[in-house]
């Protein structure tokens, strides 16, 4: 077993013992009488979730709010078992808390790997030698480092635990940029390259708006994926482009406009170092800037 692996099984284990024990010493009052530790929206859910059992709309529930398809999947051991009263009782109070677990230990699982894999890269293009691989092994491991930003979390933890389905609305962001994250340009299979694009536009497309059905807030990172589509959809057909200002189109990919802009007069040379640096104090090189990109992402042609 692997390290991520095995971290990945000590946050869930972790996430459903922290589930099934502090509603039993909170909410029953075994240990602190008046102090909750279900979060109210999970009252919400699983009332939602008993309307939908029973053929009704989930909005009926005064304050629910969210998307339909929560309140149908929590639905679901009702529907199959409606008449075993155990099975009603487990589900109304564990069901959506274990998926939230579980959800939320598969985005810490993520990081961690895209994590390991990054750091994987890094340290063959620097070759690294075998005196910094003994400094590694007396300090703390990498992958435990890692493991320390989300499934050792006592944020996280606490936040799906309770029955928050926030988890949830995380993991789907996190699942449309995995479907991008490990795009590499080939020169040699440009064919194969071009269609693994569109493949992929179209995986991450469809969790993007299921993310955003989820919750809003996921509209953000539209930009940014149709920038790195874009970019890697144009960087197999075209070439560095000449320093020269009129020797430059408006067709180029974000890289080339910026280097386009560095050479010419947006982005000035800095006086320490000497290489371009961005206009932060100049606006009206910042507005010529933001021109450029706004024409690249939405009034240039592109293949995809």
């Given amino acids: 077993m692997n390290a991520p692996t095995r971290h990945f099984l000590i946050g869930l284990a972790i996430r459903l013992l922290l589930t099934f024990l502090l509603p039993i010493l909170l909410d029953d009052g075994l240990l602190l009488r008046g102090v909750r530790y279900t979060d109210i929206d999970y009252d919400v859910f699983t009332d939602a979730a008993e309307h939908v059992a029973h053929g009704r709309s989930p909005y009926e529930r005064h304050t629910y709010r969210y998307t339909p ?14 008449n075993s009263l155990s099975i009603r009782v ?3 109070k564990y069901f959506g808390k274990i998926f939230f677990s579980i959800a939320d230990a598969i985005c810490g699982y993520i990081i961690v790997m895209l994590r390991r894999k990054k750091r994987s890269i890094r340290d063959k293009q620097q070759n690294l030698t075998d005196a910094r691989g003994k400094s590694n092994r007396q300090t703390l491991s990498p992958d435990f480092v890692d493991a320390l930003w989300w499934l050792y979390n006592p944020l996280p933890i606490n936040i799906c635990t309770r029955g928050s389905a926030e988890s949830l609305v995380v993991l789907l962001p996190v699942l449309g940029t995995v479907a991008i994250a490990e795009m590499r340009p080939s020169e040699s299979q440009e064919r194969k390259w071009s269609s693994d694009i569109i493949v992929r536009a179209c995986l991450a497309g469809i969790l993007h708006g299921i993310g955003i059905h989820a919750k809003l807030y996921p509209l953000i990172y539209t930009v940014s994926f149709m920038a790195y589509f874009s970019h890697q959809q144009q960087s197999i057909s ?6 020269n200002c009129f020797q430059t189109g ?18 000035g040379p800095s006086k320490s170092t000497g290489s ?14 933001s021109i450029l990109w706004v024409q690249r992402l939405f009034l240039t042609t592109s293949s995809m």
């Fill in 276 to 289: 371009n640096t961005f206009p932060w104090r100049h606006p009206l090189r910042i507005f010529i800037l």
């Fill in 90 to 92: 487990w589900s109304r």
């Fill in 238 to 243: 075209t070439t560095r482009v000449n320093s």
């Fill in 69 to 82: 398809f929560l309140a149908g999947f929590l639905a679901l051991p009702q529907r199959y078992h409606g």
């Fill in 250 to 267: 408006w067709t180029h990919v974000l890289s080339e406009q910026m280097e386009f802009l560095g050479n010419c007069f947006c982005c």
